[in-house]
């Protein structure tokens, strides 16, 4: 059981280029969620999904696309990539609410860095 | 929307002493208010989290405070461990809408022995 796996997890872009990242969870979770972490800045919402087909702009979309197929897969698209997307990228995953735990499953993230 | 604030940015203590981190929050919708942990090039781990209708909930060595009507709740780790040394972060969400966690800006704790 792999929980939450991102690859990759480390890529250098020159400013222009196109790059998907992809998101992966195994445990049936309706919820996933891309975060970009910055230091100083905490964890800002990229996009986020309630369920397979369904996307939602977070904090800080701009530039950034995503899309929700299949329920495990969670994809975040840089189409053009500027130097101020360099950043640490996680995606997260929770089950749906129930009253129970609310808490997130993280990757490990993605290092990005944007020549 | 949101807003999460976190404080101190950074926290150094001696191995043995407790550590505070205290958050506030500006929706007082918000319930539901977890705790992470985040070791070196490794994603944030869930520790603790607490709920609107709770005051105070223990784990071991850790403790989460909730005032909900100064809208902030605090983090409280005794008998720090040089293994407690990592990034935390606080976050807020509404638990019935679906929300997604909006998070505070991280504190790093240093515990030396």
């Known amino acids: 059981n792999a929980g939450v796996t991102q690859t990759p997890k480390f890529r250098v872009l020159k400013t222009g280029q196109s790059m998907t990242l992809l998101c992966a969870q195994d445990m049936n979770h309706e919820y996933m969620y891309w975060y970009r972490q910055d230091p100083g800045m905490g964890l800002r919402l990229i996009h986020y999904?309630?369920?397979?087909?369904?996307?939602a702009k977070g904090e800080v979309p701009d530039g950034y696309n995503v899309s929700r197929l299949k329920k495990q897969n969670f994809l975040l698209g840089l189409e053009s990539a500027a130097p101020s997307q360099t950043s640490v990228y996680f995606c997260?995953?929770?089950?749906?609410?129930?009253?129970?735990?609310?808490?997130?499953?993280f990757g490990s993230g993605t290092r990005l860095t944007v020549v | 929307g949101e807003n999460v604030e976190q404080h101190p940015s950074t926290l150094s203590v001696q191995e043995g002493d407790s550590a505070v981190i205290k958050c506030t929050y500006s929706d007082s919708a918000s319930n539901y208010f977890p705790w992470y942990k985040q070791e070196l090039g490794k994603g944030p781990q869930l520790i603790i989290d607490?709920?609107?209708?709770?005051g105070e909930k223990k784990d071991q060595r850790i403790a989460v405070t909730l005032n909900k009507t100064a809208k902030h709740f605090s983090l409280h780790i005794t008998e720090t461990q040089p293994e407690d040394s990592a990034v935390y972060f606080c976050?807020?969400?509404?638990?019935?809408?679906?929300?997604?966690?909006?998070f505070g800006k991280g504190t790093t704790l240093s515990v030396s022995s």
């Open positions: 976050a807020a969400s509404i638990t019935e809408t679906g929300t997604a966690l909006i």
């Open positions: 997260a995953s929770r089950e749906t609410w129930t009253g129970g735990t609310y808490g997130y499953t």
């Open positions: 999904s309630v369920g397979e087909g369904t996307t």
């Open positions: 607490i709920r609107s209708n709770v």
